[in-house]
């Protein structure tokens, strides 16, 4: 029971937490730093007994008060509230897990796990199994705790590395690459919190991750099952996506079949697999997935000429993922860095009919690619029409134009939504335009 809680930041997580901890009786004060006032008049017309900014601390609360501190997954590390309190300090998802009766499958990793979460739920859907996506995507888990199936969650680094208990039935790392650097203060750290979803699976429980993963322990407590593009236990042939337990689909059978997209469905297949889904069923999940909004999704296509929106790839790794299945392409990149470095984006030139810089790293972006592309292959942009207009006319014919940007949107967009949706807004204009 807890009786005393505090809920830090009053997002959709946050307000998630103290409906949560309402119906138990608790006593809640809220903490949000949000230069809106609003959202703290929120959480008091909810019957929180308080609510103040973090800077107010001190002089407002005690910190033995608390029996329980509950993070939202936009409290940095470095907020005051990991360290002021005695109580421990979790995350929403590690209350979520205490207070839910839900099977739980966790699926983590830089890039693909939103895709990789949704493959599983439509999979275990076809299977006629419940199940509901939930975590960084999705509701929140935490709101959850009346519902009967399985909990497909999508884990934010940020999310696991808060955690203590938490114990899902099925573990999955998709991969791991540099990312959030700024935010863990290092590589190492931000890989520790991606393997804290293997903390606490036990026997009888599964661990998914990609067979050519270098961590390893010697010794585990629950079954692994590996996936990989040529090997592991579920892996590609020239033809198809195979199983221990027999042919999962055909390759000509899939609406999306990029070296990345074959990846996420061997991942979600063993997922799926082991919370009891069949196989048939995740074939016909597989056949019917379409691509998820913002990542590798085709907006236009004129006079050859393919305009792709990939604004969800924040990093270089995923960028790189996303060109390794096209053609000759013109790279619409930039935004802003978070401590990644953007070299891997070099490994790309020889299919990049220019690249078009924008957002905060544009110069640092223009000082990789200097002597790589000739100077006329580099072209910068003030705004994403610039940059649409830019790149059809570096594009000739035959050629993509995708916004990959390997960067976070913060410095022009709220978020990698709005500037995919720019940047699709300013597609459709230009060919408008063209087809006059």
Known sequence: MVSKAVVVGYGVSGQAAHRALSRLGSEVIVIEDSSDPALRGLAKSRNAIAAFRSDELALSLDAKWPDLVVVSPGVRPSH??????EAPVISELEL???MTDLKVIAITGTNGKTTVTTLVDSMLD????????????GRPLVGLSDDEGWAVVEASSFQLSTISEFAPDVAAIVNV???????????????????????????GSFGIMPSDFSWRPPELPFSVLTFGADSGDFFASEKELISPFGVIVAKSDLKKALPHDILNFLAASACAISAGASLEAIGRACKGFEGLEHRMEVVAEFAGVR????????????VVAGLSGLRRCVLIAGGRNKGLDFEPLLSQCEKLAGIVLIGESTEELNQLFIGALEPSKIVRAKSMKEAVQA??????SSCDVILSPGATSFDWYSGYEQRGLDFKKCVTELVNSLEG
């Open 177 to 203: 690459t540099p990312d959030h650097l700024d935010w863990h203060g290092g590589f190492e750290n931000y890989l520790g919190a991606k393997l804290r979803i293997f903390e606490n699976v036990g026997a």
């Open 80 to 85: 005051v509230a990991h360290h002021y309190f």
């Open 307 to 318: 305009f792709i929106n990939d604004s969800k790839a924040t990093t270089p790794a995923s």
């Open 391 to 396: 790149g059809y006319a570096l594009s000739g």
């Open 96 to 98: 979520g897990w205490r």
């Open 126 to 137: 076809e299977s006629s199994i419940r199940s509901i996506p939930c975590g960084n995507y």
